[in-house]
């Protein structure tokens, strides 16, 4: 059989995915695998050094392809830090059902302890650069290496909520995930209110002021 003229990276995550889900299980080699889709395998290295990659690859195509299509939205670029990731969120898990077969495939086993996960290491760097890039507003501590612990603390309590959220997502039994939608809804919204650091501001401003008018009555 001829060879495909082209392929893709993601020509090749399709035929990946689609291996596992068909023999339950990962492909014996790659020289195997790329034989068995017709094509070279030097194709296969000039995308991924190996599956492991592939799987992350994968997960990095999910946050990849949703950031993607969000960005096209002239709504979502006008939204405030809290809609932007309830939006991202939304987005993100329509991807993970979409493919949700391979998804438990890969996850389900390891659903209690997704934290430490290598298939997600990719996910992680990409979605923690996003809460960076969110510009979530944060106390204005003007110590460098107090924000740079706050800003630390925030990605790595952004990750955490993001695999718990995947975790109830994989026991979903809910028609359509709905149950997912409003944890995911309650979730992102107690965070932002938890961090919501205006009162606290007021607090300290009001404390800052009577503290000068004191100095300043004596």
Avoid: C
């Avoid at 998804?103 to 992680?124: A, I, P, R, T």
């Amino acid at each position: 059989m001829a060879k495909k003229k082209t392929i893709t990276k993601n020509d090749i995550i399709s035929f990946y995915m689609d291996y596992v889900l068909e023999h339950d299980q990962n492909p014996k080699s790659i020289y195997a695998f790329a034989k068995s889709n017709h094509f070279e395998e030097a194709t296969f290295y000039k995308y991924f050094p190996s599956f492991e990659a592939i799987e992350k690859g994968i997960f990095e195509s999910f946050f990849s392809n949703s950031l993607e299509a969000l960005n096209k939205s002239e709504d979502y670029l006008m939204f405030d830090a809290r809609n932007k990731l309830l939006s991202f969120y939304y987005t993100f898990f329509e991807n993970l059902t979409a493919n949700r077969s391979y998804v438990k495939h890969v996850l389900y086993k390891y659903k209690n302890d997704l934290k430490g996960l290598k298939v997600l290491s990719g996910l992680k760097q990409h979605f923690t650069n996003y809460i960076h890039d969110l510009g979530i507003q944060m106390l204005d501590i003007k110590q460098e290496q107090l924000e740079k612990i706050q800003q630390k603390t925030l990605k790595e309590s952004a990750w955490l909520q993001l695999l718990l959220t995947m975790k109830f997502w994989l026991d979903d039994t809910s028609a359509s995930f709905e149950k997912t939608d409003i944890f995911i809804e309650k979730s992102v919204n107690t965070s932002f209110d938890v961090l919501d650091i205006a009162p606290l501001k007021s607090v300290i401003d009001f404390g800052k002021f009577l503290f000068k008018e004191k100095f300043q009555m004596n």
